[in-house]
């Protein structure tokens, strides 16, 4: 059974580009292999602009979003407001609509 590494050292919560842009690998021994500090550095950096746009077309597509719901609900409103315009009681036409004897429409 595979189970999920989680590090005691793990940032908690959503990742911000500061966060990433901060975050410092661990050295490994000069007997070691490891990887190059540039490399790390611009991979992270390279990730931390990544999510910065993510975060900002998130916040475009919210914005977006709250503007075509706003729109819609003034327009079920305007429409609303419309229909029971509408409703309200008329007067009595006596001219007949052609073709059915009912009283004409205003």
């Known amino acids: 059974m595979m189970g999920v590494y989680r590090s005691a050292h793990a940032l908690a919560g959503p990742l911000t580009p500061e966060q990433v842009r ?3 690998m661990p050295l490994a021994p ?6 190059r500090i ?3 550095d611009a991979l992270l ?3 931390a602009d990544e ?3 993510r975060i900002r077309e998130r916040d475009e597509a919210l914005a977006e979003n709250r503007r075509i719901k706003n729109a819609l609900r003034d327009w079920q409103s305007a429409r609303t407001a ?3 315009g509408y409703d309200l009681p008329r007067e009595p ?6 073709g059915t ?3 004409r429409r205003a």
């Open 51 to 53: 999510l910065r746009r």
């Open 22 to 24: 901060a975050l410092a």
């Open 93 to 98: 036409t006596t001219e007949a609509r052609p």
């Open 38 to 40: 540039e490399d790390v």
């Open 30 to 35: 000069r007997c070691r292999r490891g990887y």
């Open 45 to 47: 950096h390279r990730l």
């Open 82 to 84: 419309q229909r029971q």
């Open 101 to 103: 004897g009912l009283p």
